[in-house]
C-alpha cells in the first residue's frame, strides 16, 4: 500500500508543472485527498484537497487561480496542476490520503519542485 508522486522538477518563475500522485494497493475513490508541501526550515501546510467524488476542492489562498486539484477514480491517481509558478512555490510536495473515521492515512513520499531562474 503506498502514494507515489511525480512530476516534480525545477521550473522558471511563471512556468508550470503537474505532480501526479498515484495508489498502489487501495482503491483511491473511497479517500479524501490532498496535497501539501514543505519548504525547507518550513512546516508542512496544506495547498489543497478534494472530496472523494471532487465535488468538492479547496485551496490555499496564495494558490488560489493558479492551482488546480483533480483526480481520476479510474486510473487511481491524483493530479495537482500548478500554473504561474513563483519562488514561494519552492518545497517538497507530498499528497495524503484520509479514508475517514477507523480508516488509515497513507503519505507519499514527496516529489521536489524548485522555481528558480
Known amino acids: 500500500v503506498r502514494l507515489v508522486e511525480s512530476g516534480g522538477g525545477l521550473v522558471q518563475p511563471g512556468g508550470s508543472l503537474r505532480l501526479s500522485c498515484a495508489a498502489y494497493?487501495?482503491?483511491?475513490?473511497?479517500?479524501?485527498m490532498s496535497w501539501y508541501r514543505q519548504a525547507p526550515g518550513e512546516g508542512r501546510e496544506l495547498v489543497g484537497e478534494?472530496?472523494?467524488?471532487?465535488?468538492?476542492?479547496d485551496y490555499l489562498d496564495s494558490v488560489k487561480g493558479r492551482f488546480t486539484i483533480s483526480r481520476d477514480n479510474a486510473k487511481n491517481t491524483v493530479y495537482l496542476q500548478m500554473n504561474s509558478l513563483k519562488y514561494d512555490d519552492t518545497a517538497m510536495y507530498y499528497c495524503?490520503?484520509?479514508?475517514?473515521?477507523?480508516?488509515?492515512?497513507?503519505w507519499g513520499q514527496g516529489t521536489q519542485v524548485t522555481v528558480a531562474s
Open positions: 478534494i472530496s472523494k467524488t471532487g465535488d468538492n476542492i
Open positions: 494497493g487501495f482503491t483511491l475513490s473511497s479517500y479524501h
Open positions: 495524503k490520503a484520509r479514508g475517514g473515521p477507523g480508516r488509515p492515512i497513507y
